[in-house]
């Protein structure tokens, strides 16, 4: 049997898409010419049946591969795993709503077999390039702002960081795979970042399309996930992202708590039956908030989601007298007051991340 060997793996995340993919396949085949080319669909187990679609294209050409992924979500991730499935030696990354102009690919994929750079982002912000066609008004605005921030992290000024649409050579990515953060939104920001400046990077023009079909991925997790990818980019890459939306949905469960606790002894309760009202009621929020953005990777449904509240139940409860043990030792050790509160509240919310990660919501670990 005759082997296939592509140049080059063009990886596309999908969710919902499943009538944009016959098109994009025709697309490709037309625009790469003679070039070996593969096409790898990794589907995060869509509803519409995308998967289907896909397997069906690979049954009847070669180029085609697909990845369903079942009980795991994220763009970020699903083109860390197509990738890394592939042996081409170079990896182009875009998505398959139609909006990125596929005809550039070539151009990409030429710059780096000249070796003129290790990195070839399709930019909407040089030459004759344009987002004018495929973004709202609120959209642009949120790209040109984070376009600002991302300048930060990168160390290095690139009109498109945050594009989605990009193709490097396989030793650049398979350098910084391991350290790229799966749950995230903008891969291409995570891999500049983690490259450091080392890297060379050219940029291609290319106008940006309306969508055809599917949903856009732009949306208030897509905003939350960039976000935490600044701050995690910040610390150098100590503290993780989920590690810091976990906290951030913890302060906000704290001024529920208050909110609650208030609203009790207002209403001529107990203090101790307020406190108690206040506790449930802000680790319910807590787990409902993190079910959805914290974990929504691995998000727990129907009875999964009961079996797992009744755990985060336990695991608060854990962290709270851990939190308490630590204060109280530290006040009794003649520390300040607020360096024992501190202290607790770190050690607290920290156990209560870690177990429930390893207990509550454990089908994967980012």
């Not at 913890?250 to 606790?261: Q, T």
């Not at 139940?313 to 501190?342: K, M, P, R, T």
């Not at 202290?343 to 509550?360: C, E, K, L, P, R």
Request: aromatic share 10%; charged share 20%; proline share 2%.
């Amino acid at each position: 049997m005759q082997s296939f060997s592509p140049t080059v793996s063009v990886v596309v995340p999908t969710f919902n898409e499943s009538q944009n993919l016959p098109r994009l396949v025709g697309l490709l085949d037309k625009a790469m010419g003679d070039i070996a080319w593969e096409v790898v669909f990794v589907d995060d187990d869509s509803p519409d049946g995308t998967w289907k679609v896909a397997k069906q294209l690979a049954m009847d050409d070669v180029r085609v591969r697909c990845i369903r992924r079942v009980g795991r979500r994220g763009l970020a991730g699903a083109c860390i795993e197509g990738a890394l499935s592939s042996a081409a030696p170079y990896v182009a990354v875009m998505d398959a709503d139609l909006q990125h102009d596929e005809t550039i690919l070539p151009d990409m994929l030429a710059t780096l077999q000249k070796d003129e750079a290790d990195i070839v982002i399709g930019s909407r912000f040089v030459g004759d390039g344009s987002s004018e066609g495929g973004f709202s008004a609120r959209r642009a605005f949120a790209s040109r702002v984070a376009t600002h921030l991302a300048a930060f992290i990168i160390g290095r000024q690139v009109s498109d960081p945050m594009s989605g649409f990009f193709a490097l050579k396989r030793e650049v990515f398979e350098a910084v795979a391991l350290n790229l953060v799966p749950s995230g939104f903008k891969i291409l920001l995570d891999i500049l970042a983690s490259t450091r400046g080392r890297m060379r990077v050219a940029e291609v023009a290319y106008r940006f399309r309306s969508r055809q079909e599917g949903l856009s991925k732009f949306d208030t997790r897509a905003i939350l996930d960039f976000l935490g990818l600044l701050l995690h980019r910040l610390t150098g890459g100590t503290v993780s992202v989920r590690f810091l939306f976990f906290m951030i949905v913890g302060a906000i469960g704290l001024a529920i708590h208050l909110v609650v606790l208030r609203i009790g002894l207002l209403g001529e309760l107990g203090f101790e039956v307020a406190q108690s009202a206040a506790t449930v009621v802000a680790m319910t929020s807590n787990f409902l908030v993190n079910n959805l953005l914290t974990y929504s990777d691995m998000k727990l449904r129907g009875t999964a989601a009961l079996a797992g509240l009744l755990k985060f139940y336990v695991v608060c409860g854990v962290g709270a007298l851990a939190n308490i043990g630590v204060a109280s030792w530290l006040f009794v050790s003649n520390e300040s007051w607020w360096i024992a509160g501190i202290a607790g509240v770190i050690v607290g919310a920290t156990f209560n991340y870690t177990m429930s990660s390893i207990f509550v919501w454990r089908q994967q670990q980012n």
